[in-house]
């Protein structure tokens, strides 16, 4: 990749990804409770950010050698905290608008003031029960130490004013931990409605009695701050003690990292704002976002709702397979594709039943990267363990903000007799993988799955993701041979039909678009349709600016980060990017090459970034079914025709949504499921 190919820089194109976000906070034709929690997952992606993305700056902008890289990034840190910072001034505004929203529909989220008599009666009581006894104040005047913060919680700066007039400075946690961020309180006097108060408001309420035994209070204030810290595991390539011990260490380090970010209330008085960024010890390169009196507005994402009619729709997932056939009956008449969470998840879970109590079954291999609290997937296989099957689990322990809960099913794995594999050293093993070894009349047999998404029940229901059942031979054995690779990784598998990163799947992509650039060239049809989480790969992206230079049609479907940079005359002819955001997540990755009519079509776990084409286990696989083709195509060309949900990305951006030139509106989150429905009630 030359260095002067232009990219638009991939940490303000994830602010406008999070911008897309906040629009839904801000559209009224989303139900009220669902604009509440897309506000949540607005605060929480923020919070996710600050904490992976911009925390990679700092770091850069802090070592970089040479005063042009080290500008750069400096410039680059200014650049997001002035988007963040209008961002940030929407998300507030939007804020008040849902409040006000939330009135109408007889759902009040009130403050400390806004409290009558008999409300003020059950908060007091309720702060002396259940909040009190779990507060823990701590002074922060100069002569004392600022304490860990928890970067999860939230805190209070404290301003005291005492009966004689001195003043003192405190700080204290918001105890969400163990108590509920929303707390419902009792209606008006005649009214039917339904009133919360936030668990900061009951302790602002209530703030002189968190003192009142210490000092003799006269007045206090308490305003709201919270940090971000480094994510980043320092895992040393080095170091040669146990994987587990290794990331449990780090875990301990990363909340002992250094804080990148500190978001507070605007109101804070100067001198108070002072003393808390000296305890920090924040530096130059460090974000400062003032906002409004609520942060972690993360825990929005679990606002409580009653009424299903300030809601979506609950979907009602198509069912995947006849409960009175056997799978590997099924899958023996052909392949079988699902896509969640318009189909059933149980197609997974119960072909890991299936296979754990067939007495055929010999061997089970699966790839865990992020599984549900209450894995049914795990349950699965470890019965698969009691029935005598060789089951081989390959845990990820580095997947980003799951280490903690991976070390305990890797545990658990391990200690019901699990062969557990923690991956490979310097990658990590980021594919969709199940293989299971059957032994039938004509020897053993591979059933296999490949996906793009995680094999976890929670998220199949508002993540959307392909899966691949098949019993073909082939692929079947390219699948157990990537198990291979993980176990034995001086072994270099010759695989016959699927592209495995770190290895063939870039070479794989770049020689499909190249062959798409030659037919243009040619003066033959060419096209490609992409779909994808994030586009930020430089050589790819050079590639694409090829193709489109050469004729070649372009287009992408991107959900977040975008680095090309879009409808640029001369650089970008001939490509168009949309995004989409909806009420499920779009995170399937499917790569199409119009290949001289006969149309290839791949699907990957995958997305066009460094990182997963050079520094992790990926697997991108063939879809070779006509009839599944079809389906894939119908389902893209859906959301490419989205009018009402999709997003052009223009140079700058500036998410501009689609504008129907028709009538008729095209949801694609709808109409695929509709179609779907129509599809599957077919007679086969």
């Known amino acids: 990749m030359s260095n002067n190919t232009p990219l638009y820089p991939k940490e303000l194109s994830w602010l406008s990804f999070n911008e897309r976000v906040l629009q839904e906070v801000e559209d009224e034709t989303v139900p009220i409770i669902e604009r509440v929690r897309f506000l949540g997952i607005f605060s929480n ?59 109408k529909h007889d759902i009040h989220l009130v403050n400390e003031s806004q409290l009558c008599d008999k409300q003020r009666a059950f908060v007091e009581d309720y702060f002396h029960r259940e909040v009190l006894p779990e507060l823990e104040p701590f002074f922060i005047d100069d002569r004392d130490t600022m304490p860990l913060l928890n970067e999860a919680s939230i805190y209070f700066a404290i301003y005291l004013q005492l009966a004689d007039g001195s003043e003192r400075f405190a700080a204290m946690e918001i105890p969400t931990d163990t108590l509920p961020r929303f707390v419902v309180i009792p209606p008006r006097e005649g009214r039917h409605e339904k009133v919360y108060i936030v668990l900061d408001n009951i302790i602002r309420a209530c703030l002189v009695e968190v003192f ?21 595991l320092e895992l040393g390539e080095h170091i040669t003690q146990n994987i587990v011990d290794r990331v449990a260490k780090s875990l301990k380090k990363r909340k002992q990292a250094e804080p ?14 002072k003393l808390v960024k000296k305890k920090l010890k924040m530096g130059r390169y460090d974000s400062f976002t003032p906002g409004g009196r609520y942060h972690n507005s993360k825990d929005f994402m679990g606002f409580p709702a009653d009424s299903a009619r300030d809601r979506y729709k609950p979907l009602n997932p ?70 005598n099957k060789k089951v081989i689990a390959v845990v990820e322990l580095q997947a980003r903000f799951d280490e903690q809960a991976n ?111 030659e037919a243009a060239e040619a003066g033959e049809k060419a096209e490609l349709f992409f779909k994808c989480n994030n586009l930020v790969d430089g050589e790819l992206i050079e590639r694409l600016y090829r ?46 090459f119009h290949s001289g009519g006969d149309e290839s ?84």
Not at 214 to 229: E, G, N, T, W
Not at 260 to 273: C, T
Not at 650 to 677: F, H, M, P, V, W
Request: hydrophobic fraction near 40%.
């Open 45 to 103: 992606n923020l919070d996710e950010f600050y904490r992976v993305r911009v925390a990679d700056v700092r770091r850069l902008a802090t070592f970089a050698k040479g005063g042009k890289n080290k500008e750069h990034f400096a410039e680059l840190l200014s650049d997001i905290n002035e988007k963040v910072l209008r961002l940030q001034r929407r998300s507030h505004a939007a804020y008040t608008k849902v409040l006000s929203d939330l009135d």
């Open 212 to 232: 009142r035994y210490v000092l003799p209070i006269a007045r206090a204030q308490a305003y709201m701050f919270k940090i971000s810290r480094d994510a980043e």
């Open 260 to 273: 990148v970010r500190m978001a507070y209330d605007a109101e804070m008085p100067e001198g108070l704002l």
């Open 318 to 387: 198509l069912q995947t397979l006849p409960d009175s056939e056997s799978i590997f009956d099924v899958l023996r008449g052909g392949d079988q594709l699902y896509y969640y969470p318009y189909h059933d998840f149980r197609a997974i879970t119960n072909l890991l039943i299936s296979a754990a109590i067939d007495p055929e079954v010999r061997e089970i291999r699966i790839n865990l990267y992020r599984v549900a609290k209450n894995s049914r997937v795990v349950a699965a296989l470890v019965n698969a363990v009691r029935n």
């Open 407 to 517: 070390i305990h099913w890797s545990a658990e794995l391990r200690d019901a007799g699990v062969k557990v594999i923690y991956g490979v050293p310097g990658l990590k093993v980021h594919c969709k993988l199940i293989s299971i070894v059957r032994k039938e009349e004509s020897g053993d047999r591979f059933y296999s799955h490949l996906g793009t998404g995680n094999f976890n029940e929670s998220t199949a229901r508002v993540y959307c993701d392909f899966s691949l059942l098949t019993s073909d031979q082939e692929l079947g054995r390219d699948v157990y041979d990537v198990f291979e690779f993980i176990q034995f990784p001086h072994l270099r598998p010759d695989y016959q039909h699927i592209a495995v990163s770190p290895y063939t799947n870039r070479p794989a992509l770049l020689g499909a678009i190249d062959r798409e650039i």
């Open 547 to 592: 193709a489109g230079a050469a004729g070649v049609k372009v287009r992408i479907i991107v959900r977040s980060m975008c680095a090309l940079v879009c409808e640029t005359p001369g650089l970008s002819d001939n490509i168009r990017v949309i995004s989409l955001v909806d009420k499920y997540l779009e995170h399937a990755r499917v790569y199409i």
């Open 601 to 684: 079509m791949w699907m990957s776990s995958a997305d066009l970034m460094t990182r997963n084409l050079d520094h992790r286990v990926e697997v991108t696989f063939p879809i070779a079914d006509e009839a599944h083709k079809r389906t894939v195509k119908k389902i893209m060309e859906l959301q490419w025709s989205d009018n009402q949900k999709a997003r052009v990305l223009d140079s700058e951006q500036s998410n501009t949504r689609i504008a129907s030139n028709t009538e008729k509106g095209c949801r694609s989150q709808d109409a695929i499921y509709r179609y779907l429905k129509r599809r599957d009630s077919q007679p086969s």
